[in-house]
T-cell receptor
Framework: AQTVTQSQPEMSVQEAETVTLSCTYD???????LFWYKQPPSRQMILVIR??????QNATENRFSVNFQKAAKSFSLKISDSQLGDAAMYFC??????????????FGQGTILTVHP | KAGVTQTPRYLIKTRGQQVTLSCSPI?????VSWYQQTPGQGLQFLFE???????NKGNFPGRFSGRQFSNSRSEMNVSTLELGDSALYLC?????????????FGEGSRLTVL
């Protein structure tokens, strides 16, 4: 079974600065997908960024980028130029590429990000 | 496009009762997944339905069940409620729920069991 670990229960950052959220995962599979989801206090989770394991290039989405280290099974999220609206719970998630993976994401425990003005 | 809609948003039940939660996916999405979110266990996958068929199931007791209708709307049912069932239940929809496809989440149904 796959596991996802987020070792930072809470992180804080000053507005306009950069913060990195850590995520490690354990799997014996070679093909899979990784995601970062954001859950603001209103509770609706939204996708921040995704990474396909077979792609070596790190994904980027505007101010959000990942550092994907497949051999180390590490998938960190970097938020640049942090904004007040980035404050939320961030979840790292794993999805197998296998045939029984329908709808199933395995989530980490989450990291609460606080942004200070 | 309207997002994923979950009803009711909040509900309170007592032990031993049953509850039914509803989820209306984004128009055109045929896959609906359900997750339970608690402070202790985090986010855990319950099950996923596609075209009225359950394709995948998480490690939950048989008290947790679900179904999907022909219009893709889904319901989940929890029978004989226990205190530990208190949680935020999240529904997510997607066109296929495979690969790198995004899941679109609703705001959740907050269940409190007394």
């Amino acid at each position: 079974a796959q596991t996802v670990t987020q070792s930072q229960p809470e992180m804080s950052v000053q507005e306009a600065e950069t913060v990195t959220l850590s995520c490690t995962y354990d799997t014996s599979e070679s093909d899979y997908y990784l995601f970062w989801y954001k859950q603001p206090p209103s509770r609706q989770m939204i996708l921040v960024i995704r990474q396909e394991a077979y792609k070596q290039q790190n994904a980027t989405e505007n101010r959000f980028s990942v550092n994907f280290q497949k051999a180390a099974k590490s998938f960190s999220l970097k938020i640049s130029d942090s904004q007040l609206g980035d404050a939320a719970m961030y979840f790292c998630a794993y999805r197998s590429a296998g045939g029984t993976s329908y709808g199933k994401l395995t989530f980490g425990q989450g990291t609460i990000l606080t942004v200070h003005p | 496009k309207a997002g994923v809609t979950q009803t009711p948003r909040y509900l309170i039940k007592t032990r031993g009762q049953q509850v039914t939660l509803s989820c209306s996916p984004i128009s055109g999405h045929r896959s609906v997944s359900w997750y339970q979110q608690t402070p202790g266990q985090g986010l855990q996958f319950l099950f996923e339905y596609f075209s009225e068929t359950q394709r995948n199931k998480g490690n939950f007791p048989g008290r947790f069940s679900g179904r999907q209708f022909s219009n893709s709307r889904s319901e989940m049912n929890v029978s004989t409620l226990e205190l530990g069932d208190s949680a935020l239940y999240l529904c997510a929809s997607s066109p296929t729920a495979r690969g790198a496809g995004e899941l679109f989440f609703g705001e959740g149904s907050r269940l409190t069991v007394l």
